[in-house]
Protein backbone atom coordinates (compact mmCIF):
# COMPACT_ATOMS: atom_id res chain seq x y z
CA UNK A 1 0.00 0.00 0.00
CA UNK A 2 1.40 3.73 -0.59
CA UNK A 3 0.30 7.05 0.73
CA UNK A 4 -0.41 9.34 -1.28
CA UNK A 5 -0.47 13.39 -1.11
CA UNK A 6 -2.82 14.78 -2.75
CA UNK A 7 -3.06 19.14 -2.68
CA UNK A 8 -6.80 20.38 -3.32
CA UNK A 9 -7.17 23.62 -4.07
CA UNK A 10 -10.93 25.27 -3.33
CA UNK A 11 -11.96 27.82 -5.48
CA UNK A 12 -12.01 31.15 -4.24
CA UNK A 13 -15.72 31.61 -3.23
CA UNK A 14 -16.08 28.44 -1.25
CA UNK A 15 -12.93 27.84 0.76
CA UNK A 16 -10.00 30.53 2.50
CA UNK A 17 -7.34 27.77 2.54
CA UNK A 18 -5.48 25.20 0.82
CA UNK A 19 -6.73 21.78 1.95
CA UNK A 20 -4.57 18.95 2.03
CA UNK A 21 -5.86 15.23 2.28
CA UNK A 22 -4.22 11.84 1.80
CA UNK A 23 -5.48 9.27 -0.29
CA UNK A 24 -4.00 6.16 -0.45
CA UNK A 25 -3.64 4.20 -3.20
CA UNK A 26 -3.46 0.43 -3.36
CA UNK A 27 -1.70 -2.39 -5.83
CA UNK A 28 -2.54 -6.14 -6.39
CA UNK A 29 -0.26 -8.33 -4.11
CA UNK A 30 2.60 -10.10 -6.29
CA UNK A 31 3.29 -13.92 -5.76
CA UNK A 32 6.89 -15.59 -5.15
CA UNK A 33 8.59 -16.14 -8.11
CA UNK A 34 12.00 -18.46 -8.29
CA UNK A 35 14.51 -16.71 -10.94
CA UNK A 36 17.74 -18.07 -12.28
CA UNK A 37 20.57 -15.44 -11.45
CA UNK A 38 22.37 -14.05 -14.31
CA UNK A 39 26.00 -14.91 -14.85
CA UNK A 40 26.64 -11.26 -13.79
CA UNK A 41 24.04 -11.70 -10.77
CA UNK A 42 26.79 -14.78 -9.57
CA UNK A 43 30.41 -12.36 -9.54
CA UNK A 44 30.46 -12.37 -6.04
CA UNK A 45 30.86 -15.93 -5.91
CA UNK A 46 33.39 -16.13 -9.04
CA UNK A 47 35.21 -13.65 -7.28
CA UNK A 48 36.18 -15.15 -4.23
CA UNK A 49 36.71 -18.61 -6.44
CA UNK A 50 39.58 -16.44 -8.33
CA UNK A 51 40.86 -14.60 -4.97
CA UNK A 52 41.36 -18.29 -3.56
CA UNK A 53 42.89 -19.70 -6.63
CA UNK A 54 44.93 -16.60 -6.44
CA UNK A 55 45.96 -17.26 -3.20
CA UNK A 56 47.10 -20.82 -3.53
CA UNK A 57 49.55 -19.75 -6.44
CA UNK A 58 51.20 -17.28 -4.58
CA UNK A 59 51.52 -19.73 -1.80
CA UNK A 60 53.01 -22.21 -4.12
CA UNK A 61 55.03 -19.90 -5.85
CA UNK A 62 56.22 -18.66 -2.37
CA UNK A 63 57.16 -22.44 -1.90
CA UNK A 64 58.89 -22.81 -4.89
CA UNK A 65 60.66 -19.99 -4.44
CA UNK A 66 61.55 -21.12 -0.74
CA UNK A 67 63.29 -23.78 -2.17
CA UNK A 68 64.11 -22.95 -5.86
CA UNK A 69 65.41 -19.36 -4.69
CA UNK A 70 67.01 -19.60 -1.62
CA UNK A 71 70.51 -19.50 -0.72
CA UNK A 72 73.20 -18.80 1.81
CA UNK A 73 76.42 -17.22 1.49
CA UNK A 74 78.97 -17.87 4.28
CA UNK A 75 82.13 -15.77 4.70
CA UNK A 76 84.83 -17.72 6.45
CA UNK A 77 88.27 -15.87 7.46
CA UNK A 78 91.02 -18.88 8.69
CA UNK A 79 93.62 -18.24 11.16
CA UNK A 80 96.80 -16.78 8.62
CA UNK A 81 100.26 -17.32 9.14
CA UNK A 82 102.54 -15.50 6.89
CA UNK A 83 106.15 -17.69 5.81
CA UNK A 84 108.80 -16.89 4.27
CA UNK A 85 111.17 -19.01 1.64
CA UNK A 86 114.64 -18.95 0.44
CA UNK A 87 115.67 -20.80 -2.66
CA UNK A 88 117.75 -20.42 -6.11
CA UNK A 89 116.77 -20.48 -9.49
CA UNK A 90 118.62 -20.76 -12.73
CA UNK A 91 117.75 -18.90 -16.19
CA UNK A 92 119.41 -21.00 -18.60
CA UNK A 93 118.58 -20.07 -22.38
CA UNK A 94 119.41 -23.78 -23.14
CA UNK A 95 116.15 -24.70 -21.79
CA UNK A 96 112.50 -24.99 -22.93
CA UNK A 97 110.29 -25.29 -19.95
CA UNK A 98 110.13 -25.36 -16.40
CA UNK A 99 112.57 -27.99 -14.69
CA UNK A 100 111.42 -27.88 -11.22
CA UNK A 101 113.67 -30.80 -9.86
CA UNK A 102 116.58 -28.89 -11.02
CA UNK A 103 115.13 -25.62 -10.08
CA UNK A 104 115.51 -24.04 -14.25
CA UNK A 105 113.73 -22.04 -15.91
CA UNK A 106 114.03 -20.89 -19.73
CA UNK A 107 115.65 -17.67 -20.50
CA UNK A 108 116.09 -15.49 -23.39
CA UNK A 109 118.69 -13.41 -24.80
CA UNK A 110 118.08 -9.78 -25.74
CA UNK A 111 120.74 -7.54 -27.31
CA UNK A 112 120.63 -4.27 -28.74
CA UNK A 113 123.85 -1.89 -30.19
CA UNK A 114 123.62 2.29 -31.07
CA UNK A 115 125.86 4.79 -31.80
CA UNK A 116 126.16 8.07 -29.78
CA UNK A 117 127.28 11.40 -30.51
CA UNK A 118 127.67 14.16 -28.82
CA UNK A 119 129.47 17.96 -28.90
CA UNK A 120 131.29 19.18 -26.66
CA UNK A 121 133.69 22.69 -26.50
CA UNK A 122 137.49 23.14 -26.40
CA UNK A 123 139.04 24.28 -23.78
CA UNK A 124 142.60 25.31 -25.40
CA UNK A 125 144.33 28.85 -26.74
CA UNK A 126 146.38 29.26 -29.57
CA UNK A 127 148.08 31.74 -31.28
CA UNK A 128 147.75 31.44 -35.15
CA UNK A 129 150.15 33.88 -36.84
CA UNK A 130 151.92 34.63 -40.57
CA UNK A 131 153.85 36.80 -42.00
CA UNK A 132 152.92 38.96 -44.98
CA UNK A 133 154.56 38.42 -47.90
CA UNK A 134 155.16 39.81 -51.53
CA UNK A 135 156.99 40.60 -54.72
CA UNK A 136 159.53 43.47 -55.23
CA UNK A 137 161.55 44.81 -57.89
CA UNK A 138 164.88 45.23 -57.50
CA UNK A 139 166.68 47.96 -59.74
CA UNK A 140 170.43 47.70 -59.70
CA UNK A 141 171.73 51.48 -61.23
CA UNK A 142 175.18 50.21 -60.39
CA UNK A 143 177.88 49.31 -62.91
CA UNK A 144 178.34 46.44 -61.52
CA UNK A 145 176.23 43.33 -60.65
CA UNK A 146 174.92 43.13 -57.03
CA UNK A 147 174.37 39.97 -55.09
CA UNK A 148 171.85 39.80 -52.87
CA UNK A 149 171.95 36.81 -50.21
CA UNK A 150 169.31 35.29 -48.75
CA UNK A 151 167.62 36.97 -45.81
CA UNK A 152 168.78 40.39 -47.35
CA UNK A 153 166.52 42.92 -45.29
CA UNK A 154 164.57 45.54 -47.71
CA UNK A 155 163.02 48.59 -45.90
CA UNK A 156 159.94 50.74 -46.79
CA UNK A 157 159.08 54.15 -45.25
CA UNK A 158 157.91 53.79 -41.61
CA UNK A 159 154.96 55.70 -42.77
CA UNK A 160 153.45 52.51 -44.82
CA UNK A 161 152.66 50.63 -41.82
CA UNK A 162 149.26 51.06 -40.03
CA UNK A 163 149.07 50.92 -37.30
CA UNK A 164 152.44 52.27 -36.52
CA UNK A 165 155.45 49.55 -35.31
CA UNK A 166 156.12 49.60 -31.84
CA UNK A 167 159.48 49.62 -30.03
CA UNK A 168 161.20 46.10 -30.84
CA UNK A 169 159.24 45.62 -34.07
CA UNK A 170 161.64 45.82 -37.55
CA UNK A 171 160.34 47.35 -40.43
CA UNK A 172 161.97 44.64 -42.93
CA UNK A 173 161.34 42.70 -45.43
CA UNK A 174 163.66 39.68 -46.15
CA UNK A 175 164.30 38.01 -49.43
CA UNK A 176 164.03 34.25 -49.59
CA UNK A 177 166.63 33.25 -51.40
CA UNK A 178 170.24 34.34 -52.52
CA UNK A 179 169.74 36.40 -56.31
CA UNK A 180 172.01 38.62 -58.45
CA UNK A 181 171.01 41.93 -59.79
CA UNK A 182 172.87 42.34 -63.08
CA UNK A 183 174.56 46.11 -63.41
CA UNK A 184 171.97 48.64 -65.32
CA UNK A 185 169.22 46.23 -64.65
CA UNK A 186 166.48 44.32 -62.57
CA UNK A 187 164.73 41.38 -60.94
CA UNK A 188 161.44 40.27 -59.05
CA UNK A 189 162.43 39.09 -55.82
CA UNK A 190 160.27 37.28 -53.50
CA UNK A 191 160.23 39.08 -49.85
CA UNK A 192 158.67 37.70 -46.67
CA UNK A 193 157.95 40.06 -43.76
CA UNK A 194 160.69 40.06 -40.71
CA UNK A 195 157.64 39.57 -38.42
CA UNK A 196 153.93 38.21 -38.63
CA UNK A 197 150.79 40.33 -38.16
CA UNK A 198 148.48 42.41 -40.36
CA UNK A 199 150.41 45.62 -40.25
CA UNK A 200 153.07 44.17 -42.60
CA UNK A 201 150.05 44.37 -45.24
CA UNK A 202 151.81 47.37 -46.43
CA UNK A 203 150.57 49.20 -50.03
CA UNK A 204 152.90 49.34 -52.85
CA UNK A 205 156.10 50.82 -51.50
CA UNK A 206 159.79 51.87 -52.21
CA UNK A 207 162.35 49.91 -50.83
CA UNK A 208 166.00 50.65 -49.44
CA UNK A 209 168.19 48.44 -48.45
CA UNK A 210 169.53 48.94 -45.09
CA UNK A 211 173.10 46.13 -45.41
CA UNK A 212 174.17 49.02 -48.33
CA UNK A 213 174.06 51.90 -46.05
CA UNK A 214 176.98 54.06 -45.78
CA UNK A 215 178.17 52.38 -49.56
CA UNK A 216 178.13 53.80 -52.81
CA UNK A 217 175.51 51.17 -53.50
CA UNK A 218 172.96 52.36 -51.25
CA UNK A 219 171.07 55.14 -53.17
CA UNK A 220 171.95 52.76 -56.73
CA UNK A 221 170.32 49.73 -55.90
CA UNK A 222 166.46 49.74 -54.04
CA UNK A 223 163.19 47.93 -54.84
CA UNK A 224 159.91 48.98 -55.56
CA UNK A 225 156.26 46.64 -55.22
CA UNK A 226 153.77 47.72 -57.30
CA UNK A 227 150.95 45.32 -55.62
CA UNK A 228 150.33 45.50 -51.92
CA UNK A 229 152.48 42.66 -49.78
CA UNK A 230 149.51 40.11 -48.49
CA UNK A 231 148.67 37.44 -46.03
CA UNK A 232 150.19 38.52 -42.79
CA UNK A 233 148.34 38.33 -39.45
CA UNK A 234 148.24 37.03 -35.88
CA UNK A 235 145.38 35.83 -34.10
CA UNK A 236 143.91 33.51 -31.14
CA UNK A 237 141.92 30.50 -32.27
CA UNK A 238 140.40 27.95 -29.93
CA UNK A 239 142.00 24.64 -29.77
CA UNK A 240 141.36 20.99 -28.82
CA UNK A 241 143.47 19.28 -26.30
CA UNK A 242 144.33 15.63 -25.58
CA UNK A 243 142.36 17.00 -22.27
CA UNK A 244 139.35 18.03 -24.46
CA UNK A 245 139.22 14.60 -25.82
CA UNK A 246 139.75 12.44 -22.71
CA UNK A 247 136.94 14.35 -21.18
CA UNK A 248 134.96 13.53 -24.17
CA UNK A 249 135.69 10.05 -24.09
CA UNK A 250 134.53 9.10 -20.35
CA UNK A 251 131.17 11.80 -20.46
CA UNK A 252 130.10 10.03 -23.57
CA UNK A 253 130.68 6.54 -22.17
CA UNK A 254 128.99 7.32 -19.56
CA UNK A 255 125.96 8.69 -20.82
CA UNK A 256 126.58 5.97 -23.95
CA UNK A 257 126.09 2.77 -21.04
CA UNK A 258 123.30 4.30 -19.68
CA UNK A 259 121.38 5.04 -22.14
CA UNK A 260 121.72 1.33 -23.92
CA UNK A 261 120.53 -0.51 -21.01
CA UNK A 262 117.68 1.94 -20.90
CA UNK A 263 116.94 1.33 -24.70
CA UNK A 264 117.60 -2.65 -24.28
CA UNK A 265 114.96 -2.07 -21.09
CA UNK A 266 112.17 -0.95 -23.39
CA UNK A 267 112.55 -3.49 -25.99
CA UNK A 268 111.80 -6.43 -23.82
CA UNK A 269 108.39 -7.62 -24.42
CA UNK A 270 105.48 -7.55 -22.36
CA UNK A 271 105.63 -10.54 -19.51
CA UNK A 272 109.35 -11.07 -19.75
CA UNK A 273 111.57 -9.18 -16.82
CA UNK A 274 115.46 -9.19 -16.22
CA UNK A 275 117.27 -8.54 -13.07
CA UNK A 276 118.33 -4.87 -12.55
CA UNK A 277 121.90 -6.65 -12.04
CA UNK A 278 122.41 -8.99 -14.50
CA UNK A 279 122.68 -6.55 -17.71
CA UNK A 280 125.69 -6.91 -19.69
CA UNK A 281 126.85 -3.49 -21.24
CA UNK A 282 130.26 -2.49 -23.08
CA UNK A 283 131.79 0.08 -25.55
CA UNK A 284 132.28 -1.07 -28.68
CA UNK A 285 134.18 1.50 -30.48
CA UNK A 286 135.68 5.21 -29.88
CA UNK A 287 136.10 7.86 -32.34
CA UNK A 288 136.36 11.39 -32.93
CA UNK A 289 135.82 13.85 -35.99
CA UNK A 290 138.93 15.90 -34.38
CA UNK A 291 142.20 15.46 -32.77
CA UNK A 292 144.23 17.10 -30.57
CA UNK A 293 145.36 20.25 -31.94
CA UNK A 294 142.61 21.15 -34.39
CA UNK A 295 141.86 24.70 -34.57
CA UNK A 296 137.88 24.19 -33.40
CA UNK A 297 136.02 26.07 -30.90
CA UNK A 298 133.64 22.73 -31.05
CA UNK A 299 134.10 19.17 -31.80
CA UNK A 300 132.12 16.25 -32.16
CA UNK A 301 132.88 12.80 -30.18
CA UNK A 302 131.47 9.63 -30.73
CA UNK A 303 131.41 6.31 -29.04
CA UNK A 304 129.28 2.66 -30.31
CA UNK A 305 127.78 1.01 -27.23
CA UNK A 306 125.63 -2.43 -27.11
CA UNK A 307 123.89 -4.24 -24.36
CA UNK A 308 122.94 -7.93 -23.40
CA UNK A 309 120.60 -8.96 -21.19
CA UNK A 310 119.33 -12.94 -20.12
CA UNK A 311 115.95 -12.11 -19.82
CA UNK A 312 112.84 -14.56 -18.55
CA UNK A 313 109.10 -14.68 -18.55
CA UNK A 314 107.58 -13.77 -15.36
CA UNK A 315 104.93 -16.18 -15.92
CA UNK A 316 107.54 -18.69 -15.22
CA UNK A 317 109.51 -17.46 -12.59
CA UNK A 318 105.48 -17.37 -10.31
CA UNK A 319 104.79 -21.02 -11.37
CA UNK A 320 108.44 -22.22 -10.21
CA UNK A 321 107.57 -20.00 -7.24
CA UNK A 322 104.10 -21.75 -6.30
CA UNK A 323 105.33 -24.93 -7.07
CA UNK A 324 108.10 -24.39 -4.29
CA UNK A 325 105.76 -23.12 -1.70
CA UNK A 326 103.54 -26.37 -2.51
CA UNK A 327 106.78 -28.28 -1.93
CA UNK A 328 107.72 -26.64 1.00
CA UNK A 329 104.21 -26.72 3.33
CA UNK A 330 102.52 -29.61 4.85
CA UNK A 331 99.85 -31.67 3.24
CA UNK A 332 96.99 -29.85 5.38
CA UNK A 333 98.07 -26.04 4.42
CA UNK A 334 97.48 -24.15 1.61
CA UNK A 335 98.50 -20.52 0.80
CA UNK A 336 96.98 -17.44 -0.77
CA UNK A 337 98.18 -16.65 -4.32
CA UNK A 338 97.51 -12.83 -4.48
CA UNK A 339 99.29 -12.70 -1.24
CA UNK A 340 102.61 -14.30 -3.35
CA UNK A 341 106.01 -11.57 -2.51
CA UNK A 342 108.73 -11.82 -4.84
CA UNK A 343 112.13 -10.36 -4.53
CA UNK A 344 115.14 -11.84 -6.27
CA UNK A 345 118.95 -10.22 -7.10
CA UNK A 346 121.52 -12.08 -9.70
CA UNK A 347 123.78 -13.96 -7.95
CA UNK A 348 125.80 -15.66 -10.88
CA UNK A 349 125.81 -14.12 -14.46
CA UNK A 350 127.28 -16.17 -16.59
CA UNK A 351 126.04 -14.23 -20.58
CA UNK A 352 128.96 -16.66 -22.09
CA UNK A 353 126.74 -19.39 -20.99
CA UNK A 354 123.71 -18.03 -21.71
CA UNK A 355 122.68 -18.95 -17.66
CA UNK A 356 122.36 -16.75 -14.66
CA UNK A 357 121.33 -17.39 -11.06
CA UNK A 358 118.96 -15.87 -8.92
CA UNK A 359 118.81 -15.78 -5.33
CA UNK A 360 115.12 -15.74 -4.36
CA UNK A 361 112.92 -14.52 -1.29
CA UNK A 362 109.55 -15.46 -0.98
CA UNK A 363 106.91 -14.33 1.25
CA UNK A 364 102.97 -15.67 1.32
CA UNK A 365 100.25 -15.96 3.72
CA UNK A 366 99.15 -19.93 4.62
CA UNK A 367 96.03 -21.53 6.24
CA UNK A 368 94.91 -24.21 7.04
CA UNK A 369 92.93 -26.43 4.06
CA UNK A 370 89.23 -26.12 4.44
CA UNK A 371 86.58 -28.69 2.84
CA UNK A 372 83.96 -26.71 1.81
CA UNK A 373 82.40 -29.97 0.37
CA UNK A 374 82.30 -30.91 4.01
CA UNK A 375 80.96 -27.21 5.43
CA UNK A 376 77.99 -27.49 2.83
CA UNK A 377 76.59 -31.28 4.18
CA UNK A 378 77.50 -29.79 7.76
CA UNK A 379 75.40 -26.59 7.54
CA UNK A 380 72.78 -27.96 5.03
CA UNK A 381 69.18 -27.68 6.53
CA UNK A 382 70.59 -25.75 9.68
CA UNK A 383 68.79 -22.46 11.46
CA UNK A 384 71.14 -19.55 11.73
CA UNK A 385 71.94 -20.22 14.96
CA UNK A 386 72.76 -23.51 14.42
CA UNK A 387 75.07 -22.74 11.86
CA UNK A 388 77.14 -19.60 13.87
CA UNK A 389 77.50 -22.49 16.44
CA UNK A 390 78.63 -24.99 14.01
CA UNK A 391 80.97 -22.12 12.54
CA UNK A 392 82.06 -21.37 15.91
CA UNK A 393 83.46 -24.49 16.77
CA UNK A 394 85.66 -24.92 13.92
CA UNK A 395 89.15 -24.25 15.06
CA UNK A 396 90.94 -23.22 12.38
CA UNK A 397 88.01 -20.18 11.57
CA UNK A 398 88.67 -16.85 13.46
CA UNK A 399 85.77 -15.27 12.29
CA UNK A 400 82.56 -16.36 10.00
CA UNK A 401 80.04 -14.26 8.34
CA UNK A 402 76.51 -15.98 6.87
CA UNK A 403 73.63 -14.11 5.17
CA UNK A 404 70.40 -15.77 4.05
CA UNK A 405 67.91 -14.54 1.40
CA UNK A 406 65.57 -13.96 0.75
CA UNK A 407 65.18 -11.79 3.51
CA UNK A 408 62.36 -13.90 5.19
CA UNK A 409 64.58 -17.53 4.93
CA UNK A 410 66.05 -18.41 8.46
CA UNK A 411 67.59 -21.52 7.85
CA UNK A 412 70.05 -22.77 5.43
CA UNK A 413 68.70 -24.22 2.29
CA UNK A 414 69.09 -28.26 2.18
CA UNK A 415 70.46 -27.53 -1.40
CA UNK A 416 74.03 -27.87 -1.51
CA UNK A 417 74.76 -26.20 -4.77
CA UNK A 418 72.59 -23.14 -2.79
CA UNK A 419 75.26 -22.37 0.13
CA UNK A 420 78.10 -20.43 -1.41
CA UNK A 421 81.61 -20.88 0.52
CA UNK A 422 84.00 -17.64 0.34
CA UNK A 423 87.16 -17.86 1.95
CA UNK A 424 88.41 -14.33 3.14
CA UNK A 425 92.34 -14.11 3.24
CA UNK A 426 92.73 -10.26 3.09
Not at 192 to 211: L, R
Not at 260 to 277: M, Q, R, V
Not at 327 to 341: C, N, P, T, Y
Request: cysteine-free; proline content about 4%; hydrophobic content about 35%.
Amino acid sequence: MMVKKIIDISSPRGLKRKEVREVKEFYPEKKHETKVFSPRRRLPRRLGKKIFFISLILIIAGMAAYFSLSQANIEIWPEIEVKTFETKVTVDRKIGNIDLSANLIPGTIFEEARNFSQEFNSSGKKTLEKNAEGVIRVFNDYHLDQILIAQTRFQPPSDKFRPSLERGENPWFRTVERVVVPAKSHIDVKVVADAPGEKYNIEPSDFSIPGLAGTSQYTAIYGRSSEAMKGGFKKEVPEVTQEDLDRAEKVLKEVALKEIKDILKNKIPTGFTIAEDSFETEILEIFSLAEAGSELEKFIFQVKAGARAISFREEDLNNFSKNFITSEISADKEFEQKSLKMEYFSEDISLEEEKITLSLNLEVKTYSSVDKNYLRRGLAGKSLNETQLFLQNQPEFIQSQVRLWPFWVNRVPDNLEKIKIELRVD
